[in-house]
């Protein structure tokens, strides 16, 4: 019988990314086959998130429910990794003993030893270090049946805003080298895959080195990336504002095969709150930056990020933030309280707001940004758009789920047999986070 793996996913699309490896590793190594149901599982591995305090918390109950599986099974593995294991290492061990394997972002292609290492030694075994980029040189040849895939071209962050726990868990920035990020775009393409995603913490910090020797930026990567005849479609996440190169704004004038969608997280409209973040911008030069890829791209859809009630944070400091949003007009957005992490500066801060000011204040802008989505999806009924077509719909057999330029979920009446491509469907109607459509059938 193959032995069975489980995988369960928190945070962000890098961990996403990372988690598909772990499968592919495993199948590479021990030939196992991925579960959804933990109960069936041989090896249980949690890929974990720490950028808020309640996406720790999640992990540390998710493992106490493993831990009895465990009890009734004594055979199974579990391992944590992910961005929790890379800030606690040993201390998981010491708060759940039952854990048998930790592991980082940048070591996760070692599972395979570190499993034998529990296996043959009886103890478990903590791996947390930052080999340089060596991962990618160790990861087999991913697998894919969908029409999308990620490719991670940069790790890690070295911006170090001051709330933010990624540069601490996934090290500083390491940019795939040039010819690495392009085979594994082309064996993804042969596969099927018209639509790239790159990701990293901050793409647009990309400085890959070339088998010559030099070293090209992020808007160099897009064009060859788009230049590749079976690439239909191309997106990237996330990038930082201070990095938006006018190189990278012109692609969106002459690229057409990227995607009218960016997300650029923008955290505050505040100066005083962006200076104390450490972001290196300010709300004018933000606003700038919009305007210049409105004028590359005139329909662009903008997405972005919100830190709420940041230690400090003033009744000024916020309306300048709501102002912000009517200003720039975002697109579907994410927008989180302020969670202070142990060992980031802002976690010293003073933080005088109450929690329920704090609360009022998420409400009001979550209002305003839903109220935003839901203009851009009405404003969609009726138009046309080419999606690719990602999945089986959820609710409905029948039904196929597409990705439309603009990064909105379409479902539409559909065969199976149309996954991965693209195709045209006509919008009925939208509400806030799903369209409803129909393919568009030539005469
Ligand atoms: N590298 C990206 C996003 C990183 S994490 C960037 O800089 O834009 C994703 C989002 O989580 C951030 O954009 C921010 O809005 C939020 N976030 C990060 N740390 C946080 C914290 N300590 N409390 C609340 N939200 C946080
Ligand atoms: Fe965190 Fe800032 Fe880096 Fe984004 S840019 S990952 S918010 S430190
Ligand atoms: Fe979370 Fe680590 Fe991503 S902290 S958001 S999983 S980089």
């Known amino acids: 019988m193959q032995t069975k793996l489980y995988i369960k996913t928190y945070g962000c699309q890098m961990n996403e990314y990372d988690s598909d490896k772990m499968a592919d590793v495993m199948r590479a190594c021990e030939g196992m086959v991925q579960t959804d149901k933990a109960e069936d599982a041989d090896i249980i591995l949690f890929n974990t998130c720490s950028i808020r305090e309640k996406a720790e918390g999640k992990v540390f109950s998710d493992l106490g429910r493993a831990r009895a599986l465990k009890q009734a099974k004594p055979g199974l593995l579990i391992g944590v990794g992910g961005c929790v294991a890379s800030q606690e290492g040993d201390e998981i061990v010491r708060r759940a003993p039952y854990v048998d394997v930790v592991f980082g972002p940048q070591t996760l292609h070692r599972l395979p030893q570190l499993i034998a290492a529990r296996r043959a030694s009886g103890k478990p075994q903590v791996d947390i270090s930052f080999p340089e980029i060596e991962k990618f040189d160790h990861l087999p040849v991913a697998q894919t049946t969908h029409g999308t895939a990620y490719v991670s071209i940069i790790e890690g962050c070295s911006k170090y805003c001051t709330y933010c726990v990624v540069p601490f868990t996934r090290g500083e920035e390491m940019s795939r080298p040039f010819a690495d990020v392009m085979r594994e775009v082309a064996s993804l393409t042969a596969q099927g895959v018209g639509e790239i995603t790159l990701l990293g913490q901050n793409v647009n910090a990309y400085q890959g080195v070339t088998e010559d020797g030099d070293t090209v930026d992020f808007a160099f990567l897009l064009q060859a990336v788009a230049a590749q005849p079976d690439v239909q479609r191309l997106r990237f996440s996330t990038s930082h504002p201070r990095e938006m190169t006018q190189r990278l704004i012109d692609l969106y004038a002459s690229e057409p095969k990227l995607a009218g969608h960016l997300h650029l997280p923008v955290q505050s409209g505040s100066d005083r709150v962006l200076a104390a973040m450490k972001r290196g911008y300010t709300a004018l030069e933000y606003k700038s930056t919009v305007r210049k890829l409105r004028a590359a791209r005139p329909d662009i859809s903008i997405t972005s ?42 976690a010293e801060m003073a933080d005088e707001t109450p929690d329920e ?52 979920v379409v479902n539409f009446p559909g065969s199976p047999g149309m996954l991965g ?7 009925l109607s939208g509400t806030m986070h799903t369209l409803r459509g129909e393919l568009v059938i030539e005469p």
Do not use: C, H, W
């Not at 309306?319 to 302020?338: Q, R, Y």
């Not at 491509?421 to 919008?427: E, L, N, S």
């Open 357 to 408: 000011i704090k609360m009022e204040r998420l409400r009001r802008v979550q209002a305003r940004i839903a109220g935003l989505e839901q203009q851009v999806s009405a404003a969609m009924a009726g138009s046309v758009q080419r999606v690719v077509v990602e999945n089986i719909s959820r609710k409905d057999a029948n039904e196929l789920a597409g990705r439309t330029e603009n990064n909105r």
């Open 305 to 346: 990020d919100f830190i709420i009630g940041f230690p400090g944070e003033s009744d000024a400091d916020f309306e300048a933030t709501m102002k912000l949003i009517d200003d720039v007009g975002f697109d579907a957005s994410f927008s989180f309280i302020f969670s202070a992490r142990p060992g980031t500066p802002a």
């Open 421 to 427: 491509r693209y195709v045209d469907v006509r919008i």
